[in-house]
C-alpha cells in the first residue's frame, strides 16, 4: 500500500506562483508514472502532468510553459511548480502515482487563484 501526501496549495493572485509537492510512502513496484491531475469547481477530474521515473513529461495544453513538474526518485517525491498562475487554475490538485499494479491517489490540495 502507498500513500501519497501533498503539500503547497493556498490562495495567490493572478500572475503568482506556486510550488505543490508530493511524497510518496510505501513499498512501489516496477517503474511508476507520477502525476498530477485537478477537478475545478463544478467540473471533473482532469489530468494536469505526469513524469515517468525515467523524467518523461507529458503537459496538458494550458498548463504548458508555466507549469513545471519534477521527480526526485530517492525520495519518490514529485514537485509542481505553477508560474503565471490564472484564475481558471483554481481546482483541488490531486497526486496520482501508478505503478505496475496500483494506481494511488493523495487526498487534494486546493489551490486558488484570485483576480
Known amino acids: 500500500q502507498v500513500q501519497l501526501v501533498e503539500s503547497g496549495g493556498g490562495l495567490v493572485q493572478a500572475g503568482g506562483s506556486l510550488r505543490l509537492s508530493c511524497a510518496a510512502h510505501g513499498r512501489i513496484f516496477g517503474d511508476s508514472t507520477m502525476g498530477w491531475y485537478r477537478q475545478p469547481p463544478g467540473k471533473q477530474r482532469e489530468l494536469v502532468t505526469t513524469?515517468?521515473?525515467?523524467?518523461?513529461?507529458n503537459y496538458v495544453d494550458s498548463v504548458k510553459g508555466r507549469f513545471t513538474i519534477s521527480r526526485d526518485n530517492a525520495k519518490d517525491t514529485t514537485y509542481l511548480q505553477m508560474n503565471s498562475l490564472k484564475p481558471e487554475d483554481t481546482a483541488v490538485y490531486y497526486c496520482?502515482?501508478?505503478?505496475?499494479?496500483?494506481?494511488?491517489w493523495g487526498l487534494g490540495t486546493q489551490v486558488t487563484v484570485s483576480s
Open positions: 496520482n502515482l501508478r505503478d505496475a499494479y496500483y494506481d494511488y
Open positions: 513524469i515517468t521515473r525515467g523524467g518523461s513529461t
